[in-house]
């Protein structure tokens, strides 16, 4: 079975190293249905609560809420309930559950080993609920692959994105703004999160490019965004973060490499009636950084600004 599965690896990784993404419609991992249906259930009841990543290899869905105190708790503890008797429903190779009911302590965790019909897929799914939070986190990848930074295959998914921009930018009355974001500054990484190695001396700059603010827009003008950018996912070497920011709006972002080692990021953010995109490239080949609250006056995620917000 080993030599089977490490057989299958190599010519995956062939397939990979030699562009036949882009014409193919395997996909190398399929998620969960009732895993997402709960993730999607959990984010209605708790909107701007969430952050997902999917690309060519693996996806995650993480969402985590804090009660504001008994009362919020006492009101969505039948729903929660609700979730986890369905998701005990869900078929497991491994069931694994830590379970606190005291006088003042009422605790559950569980985690979920989901089998799967496709060689190499492992899924996996994470629920902690207290009287404080509860936290979904579900993950679907493929080890046989192992994804590795190759650049994006089909031209079409620069091009689009670039003719998208365009159409918007074009618009009267739009902002631009020049950004620049760099090496030892800390961000909470919005797009592709590597380690940067930091240093004490003068900053670098890692990635630049421009911020538009587009005025009289809507939900629907921030939803072609998010599909344009979400059309290639699984399909080619491309990466796409959606995420609240500060639990206040929602965005977009879509990350690739490009064919001279160099990553290029589009991103969408809708705060009230102006659409916020986003154009940047890295400076030095593979190390691109893309805020999470690039959309803000101020890049860097503190905290102490919003003190209703919790670390994830």
Request: hydrophobic share 30%; net charge positive.
């Given at each position: 079975m080993k030599t089977r599965i490490h057989s299958i690896r190599l010519i995956f990784l062939l397939m990979l190293t030699l562009g036949y993404t882009q014409a193919n419609s395997q996909e190398y991992?399929?998620?969960?249905?009732?895993?997402?249906?709960?993730?999607?259930?959990?984010?209605?009841?708790?909107?701007?609560?969430?952050?997902?990543?999917?690309?060519?290899?693996?996806?995650?869905?993480?969402?985590?809420?804090?009660?504001?105190?008994?009362?919020?708790?006492?009101?969505?503890?039948?729903?929660?309930?609700?979730?986890?008797?369905?998701?005990?429903?869900?078929?497991?190779?491994?069931?694994?559950?830590?379970?606190?009911?005291?006088?003042?302590?009422?605790?559950?965790?569980?985690?979920?080993?989901?089998?799967?019909?496709?060689?190499?897929?492992?899924?996996?799914?994470?629920?902690?609920?207290?009287?404080?939070?509860?936290?979904?986190?579900?993950?679907?990848?493929?080890?046989?692959?192992?994804?590795?930074?190759?650049?994006?295959?089909?031209?079409?998914?620069?091009?689009?994105?670039?003719?998208?921009?365009?159409?918007?930018?074009?618009?009267?009355?739009?902002?631009?703004?020049?950004?620049?974001?760099?090496?030892?500054?800390?961000?909470?990484?919005?797009?592709?999160?590597?380690?940067?190695?930091?240093?004490?001396?003068?900053?670098?700059?890692?990635?630049k490019g421009t911020k538009y603010i587009v005025p009289n827009c809507t939900q629907k003008d921030f939803d072609l965004f998010r599909n344009q950018f979400r059309k290639y996912i699984k399909k080619d070497h491309c990466y796409l973060i959606e995420n609240d920011v500060y639990w206040q709006f929602e965005e977009s972002c879509l990350h690739l490499i490009q064919p001279d080692g160099r990553s290029l990021s589009f991103c969408a953010a809708l705060r009230g009636t102006d659409l916020y995109l986003l154009r940047v490239e890295d400076t030095a080949k593979n190390r691109g950084i893309v805020p999470r609250a690039w959309a803000l006056d101020d890049p860097i995620w503190d905290a102490n600004k919003h003190h209703d917000f919790k670390t994830r």
């Open positions: 991992y399929q998620e969960n249905p009732k895993a997402i249906s709960l993730f999607n259930r959990l984010n209605k009841m708790f909107p701007r609560r969430y952050l997902t990543h999917t690309n060519l290899q693996y996806a995650f869905y993480h969402l985590e809420y804090y009660f504001k105190d008994s009362k919020d708790y006492e009101k969505y503890q039948a729903p929660i309930n609700d979730i986890i008797k369905e998701m005990k429903e869900i078929k497991t190779t491994r069931f694994m559950s830590d379970i606190t009911d005291s006088a003042d302590v009422v605790s559950q965790k569980y985690t979920l080993s989901i089998p799967s019909t496709l060689i190499g897929q492992t899924d996996k799914l994470h629920l902690t609920y207290d009287r404080k939070k509860i936290i979904f986190h579900y993950e679907s990848s493929n080890d046989i692959i192992r994804q590795k930074r190759y650049a994006a295959q089909n031209p079409n998914i620069k091009s689009e994105a670039e003719a998208l921009l365009k159409q918007y930018i074009k618009r009267q009355g739009v902002k631009e703004q020049p950004v620049a974001y760099y090496n030892n500054v800390r961000y909470i990484r919005s797009v592709w999160d590597i380690n940067i190695n930091r240093h004490s001396g003068s900053p670098d700059i890692l990635t």
